[in-house]
């Protein structure tokens, strides 16, 4: 009974942040609005609540929703129940098909994770100290290559699983248009292998956005090896952000 009322708060929670500010509502549909189109497809994994396939559907882009956590996968099934652009898949991303252990939050749903080096960065760290992983469950697996064999070749790819984003690239054996990654300074290895494996697939450029902004923070796109300098000199308080990949360098410069 109290799992289920902690799970209900945490998602009820997770609405009101992510779809109560109009302004950063706002400046997200600008930056997806540089890599999708009318009709395009959009993979969105580690959905959560869904405000990033929201931002999607404005701007007439179809949507893959992918949210392993049984709760969340629900709420998402019921905001777009009558959208016939939003697939929703009850799975999570990794290098391979199968199952793994997720691990909760249940206050807080937006940072459930498969990656126990992820738990591990957080214990004690700047601005986590409040987070506690207290339940764990098996949830099916898949991968970016099946996804695309099942929904088709998305033009842009949203990635946001808590320290598992490599694994999820792992997973993908050709180069994509455009993608996202998290990163966070509790764990900036993960987003750099990260980087090193797009660098291997494709010709990309990067650029990132710190937190919840949603605005470039570098006035040219960048190589590599200067993203990695940057997230590498990052100080611990910047917590997080998201890490733009394209092969359009175009795609990339502030507007």
């Not at 949210?67 to 799975?91: K, M, S």
């Amino acid at each position: 009974m109290l799992d289920s009322f902690l799970t209900l708060r945490g998602v009820v929670r997770s609405l009101r942040i992510y779809y109560g500010d109009r302004p950063r509502r706002d400046r997200m549909d600008a930056l997806h609005a540089r890599f999708l189109r009318e009709d395009d497809l959009a993979f969105d994994v580690g959905a959560h609540v869904g405000d990033r396939v929201a931002s999607f559907r404005r701007l007439g882009a179809r949507a893959v929703a992918v949210e392993p956590q049984p709760a969340l996968a629900r709420t998402l099934r019921l905001l777009f129940a009558l959208d016939r652009g939003v697939t929703v898949e009850e799975a999570a991303v990794g290098r391979a098909e199968g199952e793994i252990e997720l691990k909760l939050n249940l206050p807080n749903p937006t940072v459930a994770t498969a990656s126990d080096d992820f738990i591990q960065a957080a214990e004690g760290a700047l601005g986590w100290e409040e987070q506690r992983w207290t339940r764990s469950i098996r949830v099916p697996m898949t991968t970016l290559d099946t996804l695309i064999a099942r929904h088709g070749e998305p033009r842009f790819v949203k990635i946001d699983v808590e320290g598992f984003e490599d694994e999820v690239l792992a997973g993908l054996s050709r180069p994509l248009a455009s993608l996202s990654l998290e990163f966070t300074t509790i764990q900036r290895k993960v987003a750099i292998a990260a980087i090193r494996r797009l660098e291997n697939l494709g010709a990309y450029r990067f650029n990132a956005a710190i937190g919840e902004s949603q605005e470039l923070e570098h006035a040219e796109p960048l190589d590599a090896d200067a993203v990695v300098r940057w997230i590498e000199s990052l100080p611990i308080e910047k917590n997080s952000g998201d890490v733009y990949a394209s092969l359009d360098p175009q795609l990339l410069r502030p507007r």
